[in-house]
């Protein structure tokens, strides 16, 4: 690792904000969003930096992000909750595959345990932040969402827990003839509340797990669900219940049981996934294998389950107990792989002449993915494009000081990342206020300038993560300027690495 800059040492150690500042808009540290990372990062933030000051932004009313937002039929988690759980909080409900009111209570619990929920301050959506060298400091403009009123809260260090997609908008492609289709035209982000789909025929478009949950959970009630896809995802059927985590935690303690079970996942899950990338013949045989087994000889799996691309190159889809199975097994529900020609009056014409008829179309096609909240940075005066940037270990970018962005794991719980990144920069703040430094910016040595640059994600093909790929930080070819998408590299990377690798600079502004 390179030491090629070698900051001046303010010697007057930097512990907080001055107490005498009782300014309630200049805090020591800022968390941007109160979903499942943000509350988290507070619970570690307050437990390893006791007395620093901070406040959560949250742009909408309640807390709980993806967890609040989404109220479609069905909606629940793919990832068992002994990983997408706090490594802090043990999971105690019987199902490990939950739905999604488990998750919010569950972080609605973790808040007021806490004591975080009262850090929040709701309708307030951070729109732009500016860092100043000169002071060490981000102003953050925020917006009221309820009176527009902006206000401007100071902060030391930045951490974007905004999530990684739109909550204004969802990715619908450009339907020919939407505008022609009579009935409803419903977006998963968006549900109506009183929207009634008994005994209706219900076309719902898409294979990803947004349209995998909809759709055995909507056939209970519609007349009929199609599930209309233009290519196949890998689908796997899981019991919703860990019969190994429920048995220990009726006789160890529950942190005990729970840190077993979650080490038992992680395991498991990491074996899965190194197979599918050194044996994806094998891994997809077996897979398919289960299709065949849960729908039986006459069907073609071939067609409507057996993906272009090999396993874990997207996510695998979960169908909890078989729920999709049983569900076409039983009539109620159907799976069409063909391209959409055209909405009609009466549904939906497909390219191959076939008309797919519709009360009511569901188009299960996708989030809008967003870079750090759609909020504008600038350094120092100039703006920041990050797609000219280099992440820092995944999590910050080089050439911003003070700024650490969550983003967790595609091929695993997103909480197994988020709760990494949370200890990090309790590491990293501790590290600040130990040497006195009030700046740390990763920065390029001249050698890693000429590195060869790779997209934030390799590996992953799913059409969510492409489109906004070109908008992401690149990665380099070596440490720390890897994403390395791995639980256990990140692990030792993030709980043991060392903060003062020569990548990170550390320095205060000259007045200090
Ligand atoms: C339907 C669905 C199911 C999922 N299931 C799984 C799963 O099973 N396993 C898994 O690992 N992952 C899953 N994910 C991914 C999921 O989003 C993460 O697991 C996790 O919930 C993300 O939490 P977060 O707090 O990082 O982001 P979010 O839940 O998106 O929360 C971000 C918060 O930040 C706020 N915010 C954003 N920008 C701003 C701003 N500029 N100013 C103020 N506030 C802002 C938002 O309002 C929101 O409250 C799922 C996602 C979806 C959509």
Redesign the pocket.
């Given at each position: 690792m390179c030491k090629h800059c070698i900051s001046p040492r303010n010697t007057e150690p930097y512990t907080a904000l001055e107490a005498t500042d009782t300014t309630e808009n200049l805090v020591d540290v800022v968390i941007?969003?109160?979903?499942?990372?943000?509350?988290?990062a507070a619970c570690h933030l307050q437990d390893k930096c006791p007395g620093k000051r901070y406040v959560i932004?949250?742009?909408?009313e309640?807390?709980?992000?993806?967890?609040?937002?989404?109220r479609?039929p069905g909606?629940?988690?793919?990832?068992d909750m002994h990983?997408?759980g706090y490594n802090f909080k043990p999971w105690r409900e019987s199902k490990a595959?939950a739905d999604?009111p488990a998750?919010l209570k569950y972080i609605r619990e973790t808040a007021f345990e806490h004591g975080v929920a009262k850090h929040i301050r709701y309708q307030?959506?951070?729109?732009m932040a500016e860092w100043s060298s000169g002071d060490a400091l981000w102003a953050l403009k925020?917006r009221d969402t309820q009176s527009g009123d902006i206000t401007t809260v100071r902060c030391n260090m930045l951490l974007?827990?905004?999530?990684?997609?739109s909550?204004e908008e969802a990715y619908v492609p450009d339907f020919p003839g939407r505008d022609r289709f009579k009935g409803d035209i419903v977006e998963?982000?968006f549900w109506p509340e009183d929207l009634d789909y008994r005994n209706k025929k219900v076309v719902i478009i898409g294979s990803g797990?947004?349209a995998v949950?909809l759709v055995p959970d909507m056939a209970k009630d519609a007349g009929h669900v199609v599930m209309l896809q233009r290519s196949p995802s890998y689908v796997i059927s899981q019991p919703d219940e860990d019969v190994i985590a429920n048995t220990l935690r009726k006789f160890l303690p529950q942190k005990v049981a729970y840190a077993i079970t979650r080490w038992k996942n992680v395991t498991v899950q990491q074996w899965i996934y190194r197979q599918a990338r050194k044996r994806p013949e094998r891994v997809k045989r077996v897979l398919l294998r289960w299709v065949r087994d849960e729908l039986g000889p006459g069907y073609d799996v071939e067609r409507h389950f057996t993906p272009a691309y090999n396993p874990w190159e997207q996510r695998l889809c979960?169908a909890p107990n078989s729920d999709l199975f049983a569900a076409i097994r039983s009539g109620k529900a159907s799976v069409v792989t063909d391209e959409i020609d055209t909405f009609t009056e009466n549904g939906i014409r497909l390219t191959s002449g076939q008309q797919v008829d519709a009360d009511i179309i569901v188009t299960a096609t996708g989030?809008k993915l967003?870079v750090?909240?759609?909020?504008e940075f600038i350094v120092d005066g100039e703006r920041i494009d990050f797609s000219k940037t280099i992440t820092y270990k995944g999590v910050m970018t080089s050439d911003v000081p003070n700024l650490v962005s969550?983003?967790?794991?595609?091929n695993?719980?997103?909480?197994?990342r988020?709760d990494l990144i949370a200890e990090f920069s309790c590491r990293l703040i501790n590290h600040m206020d130990a040497t006195g430094y009030r700046q740390c910016t990763p920065r390029l040595c001249e050698d890693d300038k000429s590195m060869v640059t790779l997209p934030y994600i390799v590996g992953f093909s799913s059409g969510y993560i492409q489109r906004v790929m070109d908008e992401l930080p690149k990665q380099g070819d070596r440490q720390p300027w890897l994403n390395p998408q791995n639980y256990r590299r990140d692990k030792k990377m993030f709980r043991k690495g060392a903060i003062d690798d020569g990548a990170l600079v550390f320095s205060s502004p000259a007045t200090d």
């Open positions: 941007v969003g109160a979903g499942l990372s943000g509350i988290g932004i949250e742009g909408r309640a807390m709980g992000g993806t967890w609040d937002l989404f479609y909606i629940r988690s793919d990832s990983t997408l595959i999604g998750i307030q959506q951070l729109f925020v974007m827990c905004s999530g990684y997609y909550y998963p982000q797990a947004t949950t979960l989030l967003i750090l909240g759609d909020v969550t983003f967790g794991y595609i695993a719980s997103w909480t197994l988020a």
